[in-house]
C-alpha cells in the first residue's frame, strides 16, 4: 500500500496542466516524469508478466490515467479516446500474424496508441523487394528476421508496450496456442494459404479477427466475429493470391494497415467493432471506398 500511495503522491506532484487537443485543460504527466517515476519503481515493484522496464513504464501511465492525468505521450489521443479507454488500450491483448507490409504499419500505428501487449509473429526475413513497401524493411535490416526489426522498433517508439515476437511461420496447431489471452487477432499475413486456419483459431479463441489484404492500388479490411464468415472463407487457400500479379504499392498498404489499426483501437478500447461483417473496400486509383456486406 506504501509503494502505490507514493506512486500516486509522485505523479500528482509532478503533472501539470497542459491542453487538450480540444482546447480544455487537463492535468498531464510529463513524458520525463514517467521515466523517472518508473525507474523508481524499481525490479521488485514492477512484477508481473513482461519485461521489467515495459511493466514499469505502463504501471506509471496506469496509475496516472486512473488518477484522471494524461501521460504527456498520450495527450494527442485524448478526446479521440477517454481517459477510460486509454487505460483498456494499456492493459489490451493484441495477437498479431505477419509483420511485413500490413502488420509493420499496423505495429507502429498500435504501438504509438498504447496497446500494452502485442504478441506478434512472423517467420519471414526482409528481401529488397520489401523495400517499396514495408515499413520496418531498410536498407540495414536485408535478410535479417521481420521479428527482430519489428521488436526494436517497439522499443524505440514506446518501450512501455510489452511486445513479444515469435520468429516462426505458424501452422494452425501453433496459431492455436499463439492466440491464447489475446482479445483480439490481427490478420497481416500475405496470400491466401495461412488465412483460412487463423479465422478458424481465431473463432475457436472466441475472439473477433481484424484482416485486410492489397492488390495493386485496391484492397480491403474486415472484422470477423467468433463463428461469422469472413473473407478467407470466400477466397479460400488455394491459388494464386491477386497481390501477386498487380502488385503491393506503399500507399494502399499503408491505408489497409491504417484502417486495420482503426478498427483494432476501436475494438480493443471497448467500442464495437464497426466492419463486423462487412468489408470496407477501396480503390486508390479511382479514390472510392464501398462498404460491402459479408
Same mark, same amino acid.
Given at each position: 500500500m506504501p509503494l502505490v500511495?507514493? #506512486?500516486d503522491e509522485g505523479i500528482r506532484a509532478r503533472s501539470r496542466m497542459d491542453a487538450r487537443p480540444d482546447g480544455c485543460q487537463c492535468q498531464v504527466l510529463p513524458y520525463f516524469a514517467v521515466l523517472d517515476l518508473a525507474r523508481g519503481l524499481g525490479r521488485t515493484a514492477a512484477r508481473g508478466k513482461g519485461r521489467p522496464r515495459s511493466r514499469a513504464l505502463a504501471r506509471v501511465e496506469l496509475a496516472a490515467l486512473e488518477l484522471g492525468i494524461v501521460p504527456e505521450r498520450y495527450l494527442r489521443n485524448i478526446c479521440t479516446y477517454s481517459l477510460a479507454e486509454q487505460a483498456r488500450l494499456l492493459g489490451s491483448r493484441l495477437a498479431m500474424v505477419g509483420l511485413g507490409g500490413l502488420g509493420g504499419q499496423a505495429l507502429?500505428? #498500435?504501438?504509438?496508441?498504447?496497446?500494452g501487449h502485442i504478441h506478434a509473429a512472423d517467420g519471414d526475413e526482409f528481401q529488397p523487394s520489401n523495400l517499396n513497401r514495408q515499413i520496418l524493411c531498410t536498407s540495414r535490416s536485408i535478410n535479417g528476421y521481420k521479428a527482430a526489426a519489428a521488436a526494436a522498433r517497439v522499443r524505440l517508439l514506446n518501450p512501455a508496450v510489452d511486445f513479444e515476437p515469435v520468429a516462426a511461420f505458424l501452422d494452425e496447431g501453433l496459431m492455436a496456442r499463439f492466440l491464447v489471452g489475446a482479445d483480439l487477432a490481427l490478420d497481416a499475413l500475405g496470400g491466401l494459404t495461412d488465412r483460412p486456419a487463423l479465422l478458424r483459431q481465431a473463432a475457436a479463441a472466441g475472439i473477433p479477427l481484424v484482416t485486410a489484404a492489397v492488390a495493386g492500388q485496391a484492397g480491403f479490411v474486415a472484422?470477423? #466475429?467468433?463463428g461469422a464468415s469472413g473473407p478467407a472463407n470466400i477466397f479460400g487457400a488455394d491459388g494464386a493470391a491477386a497481390e501477386d500479379t498487380l502488385g503491393t504499392p506503399a500507399p494502399a498498404v499503408a491505408t489497409a494497415a491504417a484502417l486495420m489499426a482503426a478498427e483494432a483501437l476501436n475494438i480493443l478500447c471497448g467500442r464495437k467493432p464497426s466492419l463486423a461483417g462487412a468489408m470496407l473496400v477501396f480503390d486508390l486509383e479511382g479514390m472510392s471506398f464501398e462498404r460491402v456486406g459479408l
Open positions: 500511495m507514493d #506512486l507502429e500505428l #498500435l504501438a504509438r496508441a498504447g496497446v472484422t470477423v #466475429l467468433p
